[in-house]
């Protein structure tokens, strides 16, 4: 479905809706419909009462008794209980493809307050793991949330399973291996790093354990790719359990934005095989990402015979599983790392060329793309190029996104304005402000990134969480973070808070314009499609703190249950399907 063609169905879903409202005669009854709810819908007026008919929103009311009335038998009645009801979040960029594929190996740190707590998990996983397999954190956490505030040594991991290879990423900085991993992997004594990457070791040149990305994470990169994966059967499974979670979230949509060692077509086959059996629950947007240096023109000209732009792969749920366009990474010269442990990286002298010879493949394809880049001085060079393109071609004729832009400047903005550039934001900072702070200082901090900025600037802007590595998939984190100025550890930046309400609007209907469907979802209103989630609490009135807390109790995608809490809406819960291998760390998580 192209953009012309979402808008359109957007229409024809608000043409349906008002049809029926204005023809009783033949309006059929809801399919859903949720009373007692805490609504500020897109007009900005609160309500307590919603209908969803053929998967969109057709009514609001105070009048829960009017919707009834309209209700049969067959109509399903959610009693809110008087709590907050918000258009799903929509995560900008997330790794989702990704981060399904390897989920259930993955011992996940979210939330985890103490180095302690996170040693004894990591202790009673390697006590189940088999031989042959590893227990692993892949990113997710900051040591800063830790009342330590440090990370684990590779003795503190060794001395707990001498036995068990154990491998902890730290964002795309750096990461700790216990003994038994450098054995099982082979580094040694005469292992040479990846250039830009730093094996640690002591005073007799034996590797310590710690690796370093200085600032090229290459060396993580290849840690990760050297593990134990699942076979299909279990990458299906766990993509099941991933996005289960997320829906506990209250995420309904997603725009994956690739990834490293993320190979397409062969490593998206869980979430594919999902979509076309219509299992998948959520809406994901799929951004295309290369995976071999000087061979991204080769991948984009077989993506794009292959596949048209905002192609539906989804067999049940519309934009439920598109390709979208290209990117994060369009060439390897040209994208930065965001490593703040690190110095700034310079881009190459070359990272122009190749850079305009893809974007012009994506402009005259129609496709629509995104650049990854941290720093001004990457935006700066970029956008050098993208002026060049628009001279001959119109760069506006796509949709296109600037990524993270964590130091963008005020001259950088008004040049993406002019342009027709979006920029997508993720709490990076949220899991990496210290380590800014350290090298950048306070006052950079205070706007690293300047998202008011870029709304004051016209931008359209969505936000994202940038999970599941460089920090967590959980949205509520990022938010934290947008709304507090503060660190998942509590360190406060300096910045200055978003409302809470222009938070929630940039994780729902801004994220929904950069995919295009910025008429069809994100809003509370008629005619645009039923996702929603009702939460635990209220996080336009709750105390700060609470935030890192939020949880769904029922999510809904399309006018569909797809997610219910066991305690607050039993009637409607699943169980969980039992996480593969056995041994999954999901199976021992108390929070399911």
Known sequence: MNTFTKRFAGIASIASVAL????????????????????????????????????????????????????????IVIDAKGKRLIAGINDSHLHVTRGGRFYNLETRWEGVTSLKAGLAMLKAQAERT??????????????????EKRLPTPQELTAI???????????????????????????????????????????????????????????????????????TDQQLNSSRQFYRKLLSLGVTSVIDAGGGGHTFPDDYIASETLAKQGELPI???????????????????????????????????????????????LTYRASDYENFRAPRPELPDDAEHALEEVIRLHLLEGWPFRLHATYDESITRILNVLEHIHNTQRVDSVRWIIDHAETVSDANL?????????????????????????????????????????????????????????????????????????????????STPLERQTALQ??????????????????????????????????????????????SQL??????????????YPEHYTAPLKAEPSWSPVNFDTQR
Do not use: C
Not at 202 to 209: E, L, W
Not at 473 to 490: E, L, Q, R, S
Not at 540 to 549: I, K, Y
């Open 20 to 75: 029926a409202l204005i023809s009783p005669g033949i309006m059929a009854a809801p399919e859903l419909v949720v009373i007692n709810a805490n609504i500020t819908a897109a007009d900005t007026e609160q309500y307590r009462a919603l209908s969803v008919e053929n998967g969109v929103f057709s009514e609001f009311s105070n009048r829960a008794d009017a919707l009834l009335s309209q209700a049969d038998n067959n109509t």
């Open 130 to 147: 088999p031989k042959g397999q590893w227990v692993r954190v892949v990113g997710g956490f900051s040591p800063n949330q830790f009342e």
């Open 161 to 231: 399973a001498p036995d068990t290879p154990i491998f902890v990423l730290h964002l795309y900085s750096g990461g700790v291996l216990n003994q038994k991993a450098l054995e099982v992997l082979n580094i040694n004594k005469d292992t040479k790093a990846p250039e830009g990457s730093v094996i640690e070791r002591d005073s007799a040149g034996n590797p310590t354990g710690v690796l370093l990305a200085q600032p090229n994470p290459m060396i993580l990169y290849k840690t990760i790719a050297a593990l134990p994966q699942m076979t």
């Open 283 to 329: 809406r994901v947007s799929n951004y295309l990402f290369p995976q071999v240096p000087a061979k991204e023109m080769l991948n984009f000209m077989q993506w794009m015979h292959a596949f048209e732009a905002d192609e539906n792969h989804h067999s049940h749920l519309e934009n439920g599983y598109v390709i979208e366009g290209g990117g994060e990474l």
């Open 414 to 494: 008004a040049r993406i304005k002019k342009l027709g550039g979006a920029i997508a934001v993720q709490g990076r900072m949220a899991f990496a402000g210290e380590d800014f702070v350290a090298r950048y200082g306070k006052a950079q901090a205070a706007r690293t990134p300047p998202i008011q900025a870029m709304i004051d600037a016209g931008i359209t802007v969505g936000l994202g969480t940038d999970g599941t590595r460089v920090s967590s998939f959980n949205p509520w984190a990022t938010y934290y973070w947008a709304v507090t100025g503060k660190t998942v550890g509590g360190f406060a930046l300096g």
């Open 506 to 551: 940039l994780f729902t209907s801004g994220s929904a314009a950069l995919s295009g469907e910025e008429a069809l979802k994100g809003q509370l209103k008629p005619g645009f499609y039923a996702d929603f989630a009702i939460l635990n609490h209220d996080i336009l009135r709750v105390d700060e703190d609470a935030l890192l807390n939020t949880q």
């Open 555 to 568: 999510t809904v995608v399309g006018g569909k249950i797809v997610f219910a809490d066991k305690q607050d």
